[in-house]
């Protein structure tokens, strides 16, 4: 059974940082590229970080320069480490990955908010 399992949301003033994790079972976790996206209420799913399972990163342009996904192998996990929180950057984040173009996974999401 393959699980994703989110922490470390929260709540942070503007400005502030947050790493996110999330934990991965049930699959070889080193074999696969590892995704963060973030939904926030009335908004479609957004694309955050992509991480392959060489370590190389892609960001989306609103997160760049402010976010760092980063994966640990060994401890089956992924991270995405924020800083300059903005209160845009509101929403739950899901962990995802897909094993096959017709098989893909997703964590229960963690809420993140951004406020003063």
């Known amino acids: 059974q393959v699980q994703l399992v989110e922490s470390g949301g929260g709540l942070v003033q503007p400005g502030g940082s947050l790493r996110l994790s999330c934990a991965v079972s049930g699959i070889i976790f080193s074999s696969y590229a590892m995704d963060w996206y973030r939904q926030s209420p009335g908004k479609s799913r957004e694309l955050v970080a992509v991480?392959?399972?060489?370590?190389?990163?892609n960001y989306a342009d609103s997160v760049k320069g402010r976010f760092t996904c980063s994966r640990d192998n060994a401890k089956n996990t992924v991270y995405l480490q924020m800083t300059s929180l903005k209160p845009e950057d509101t929403a739950v984040y899901y962990c995802?990955?897909?094993?096959?173009?017709?098989?893909?996974?997703w964590g229960q999401g963690t809420q993140v908010t951004v406020s003063s």
């Open positions: 991480i392959t399972p060489r370590s190389h990163t």
């Open positions: 995802h990955t897909a094993v096959s173009s017709r098989e893909s996974y």
